[in-house]
């Protein structure tokens, strides 16, 4: 143990600024002499007071040097120890902060695209009357992220029987995350048989539909115009609904989505 002189010499605290922190209950002694009221001091108080001495150098109050001294417990580790813990917490909160404002800038942008999008944009909303078609395609439960893998199965299979865009058939009628019902599907020239295809006619119909150009993740832009003519018309709707994928990501190459050309077709009661 050191004395009070002693760990003056080592801190470089005066021994009047050691008992003020003694008061402050900052730097406790390891041992007072009930005698004489002699301070002694060891090792973990020599940290303990490079810390204070380090944070008042950075004119932190007496009470925030408290908090963080508090707040290292000294019986899991000694004062630095902790204190990079604290510096690490301190780290993955800063970080969790820049992400946060990250997805705040994304929010932001998309936001912004989305109301450009809306007024410079004419809307021409079509009524049609689709004929029956036969289409290959893989009905699937899941998340709608699933559906590149889909395609490239039935590319792959389908191959030179393919008549048309990449399509899908959605059986909801509404947007889920984990538990989507979808049928990615190809049209196609005749009946053929391939392992895990499923090869039907979809019937004739009636939609209405609007074309959307860009990201797949502004289509809900697309989707209020519809609605809003659905409810406009007083129109019944009918599931599934479709998208066409006139244009989009290829096999390789992502491409540009904004330059991504996709047709919603919401099926409706013929009247």
């Known amino acids: 143990m050191f004395s009070i002189g002693e760990f003056s010499k080592i801190t470089g605290l005066s021994v009047k600024t050691i008992r003020f922190y003694h008061e402050k209950e ?3 002694p390891v041992m007072v002499d009930a005698g004489s009221g002699y301070r002694y001091y060891d090792h973990a108080n020599v ?24 707040e290292c417990d ?10 990079q813990e604290r510096k690490n917490a301190v780290k993955a909160k800063i970080q969790s ?9 994304q929010v932001i942008a998309f936001e912004k695209e989305n109301r450009k999008v809306s007024q410079n944009t004419t809307y021409h909303i079509e009524e049609r009357e689709l004929p029956a078609m036969l289409i290959g395609g893989i009905r699937m439960t899941g998340r709608y992220s699933d559906m590149g893998k889909a395609f490239g199965q039935l590319g792959r299979k389908l191959n030179r029987h393919i008549n048309g865009n990449a399509m899908c058939l959605y ?38 539909c609007l074309r959307h150009l860009g990201p797949y993740e502004r289509l809900g832009v697309t989707y209020e115009k519809l609605f809003e003519y659905v409810n406009e018309k007083k129109l019944k709707l009918i599931t599934p609904s479709r998208e066409v994928y006139l244009k989009g990501p290829g096999m390789i190459f992502k491409g540009n989505p904004e330059k991504y050309i996709t047709e919603i077709q919401l099926m409706v009661e013929s009247e």
């Open 47 to 70: 940290e303990t007071a490079y810390v204070i001495k380090t944070l008042r150098d950075l004119e932190f109050p007496i009470d925030q040097i408290k908090l963080v001294l508090q």
């Open 97 to 105: 902060q820049k992400n946060v404002l990250k997805a705040i800038d």
């Open 171 to 208: 059986h909801d009628g509404e947007y889920k995350e984990d538990d989507a019902d979808f049928e990615p599907f190809f049209p196609i020239k005749k009946v053929v048989k391939v392992d895990g295809i499923s090869v039907r006619e979809l019937p004739a119909c009636r939609v209405i």
């Open 26 to 28: 900052l730097l406790i």
């Open 74 to 83: 000294n019986t899991e580790g000694s004062i630095l120890t902790q204190l």
